[in-house]
């Protein structure tokens, strides 16, 4: 039902506008999610390999009129269980009215209710594999 568009809605000097308008139109805004993935404060490509000059909170607003809402992933603790950076998605959240759905290091309830409070969507990885978080529990979190 969505189309996530990673390191294809860059380029070396910055956002690949047309490569955007053409996917918006073609596939509808509606359908699309852009991926910022931050790595050291920066978005990075290419499977995380390679770092750009931008931040997420520097482009978030000119990729609004492409997508439907972001897939954001902090990948400085992305699998080591260690938590993740509520600050930087509260910026992002205060950056867009699009939806969120953050990703990398969530490992507690507590995480994911902040994240809720912020209306911001939590992927879980690593903490369900490993057995940190408990579906069962999550699922009477009952978050709507």
């Known amino acids: 039902r969505k189309v996530i568009i990673g390191t294809s809605a860059f380029r070396a000097d910055g956002i690949n506008h047309e490569f955007l308008r053409s996917a918006a139109e073609t ?3 509606d359908r699309l999610v852009i991926a910022l993935d931050s790595k050291g404060g920066h978005i990075v490509v ?3 390999r390679e770092a750009t000059a931008l931040t997420a909170e520097q ?3 000119q ?3 492409y997508c439907s809402g972001f897939l954001c992933t902090y ?3 992305e699998g080591m269980l ?3 950076d509520l600050e930087w998605f509260r910026r992002l959240r205060s950056s867009t009215d699009l939806e969120l759905t953050a990703a ?3 490992s507690t309830l507590d995480e994911i209710r902040e994240l809720h409070a912020m209306n911001i969507h939590a992927a879980l990885g690593m903490a369900i594999y490993t ?3 408990d579906l069962d529990d999550l699922a009477r979190m009952n978050l709507q």
Do not use: C, S
């Open 63 to 65: 990729l609004e009129p």
């Open 131 to 133: 057995g940190r978080l």
């Open 27 to 29: 596939t509808g805004r």
């Open 82 to 84: 260690e938590g993740t």
């Open 59 to 61: 482009v978030i607003r």
């Open 75 to 77: 990948v400085d603790k």
């Open 46 to 48: 290419k499977g995380w």
């Open 104 to 106: 990398g290091g969530i």
